[in-house]
């Protein structure tokens, strides 16, 4: 899907962007703020399955599509309630009003 209609942006999500604050050890604890409330259209690309760790861990991608916005980067992330959806890459298919976004739902 090259691009897609504003109708579709039925999904309410939570746009975050990570700030880092000193734990005063020495390193560093990352919260998440949020930066903006948004509609977006989300379908999965892919899942699958792999050993890591002596583990299965499962993995799924999505698309996410939403309004342009020149602030949203890679390490930032979507949220929709316990869900969250790290940004992988942000393309912007050329007519600077759409934003598709290439994610990897995190497993909590």
């Given at each position: 899907m090259t691009s897609i209609s504003i109708g579709a942006l039925r999904q309410?999500?939570?746009?975050?962007?990570p700030s880092r604050v000193d734990d005063g050890g020495g390193g560093a604890t990352v919260t998440w703020d949020?930066?903006?409330?948004?509609?977006?259209y989300v379908r999965p690309i892919t899942g699958d399955e792999?050993?890591?760790?002596?583990?299965?861990?499962?993995?799924?991608?999505?698309?996410?599509?939403?309004?342009?916005?020149?602030?949203?980067?890679?390490?930032?992330?979507?949220t929709d309630g316990a869900r969250v959806l790290d940004i992988?890459?942000?393309?912007?298919?050329?007519?600077?009003?759409?934003?598709?976004?290439?994610?990897e739902e995190r497993q909590l």
């Open positions: 309410r999500l939570t746009l975050q962007s949020t930066v903006a409330e948004l509609w977006a792999r050993l890591r760790h002596d583990a299965v861990t499962a993995r799924v991608t999505h698309e996410v599509w939403i309004r342009h916005r020149s602030d949203v980067a890679p390490a930032m992330r979507f992988v890459a942000v393309l912007d298919p050329g007519r600077r009003d759409r934003l598709q976004c290439l994610c």
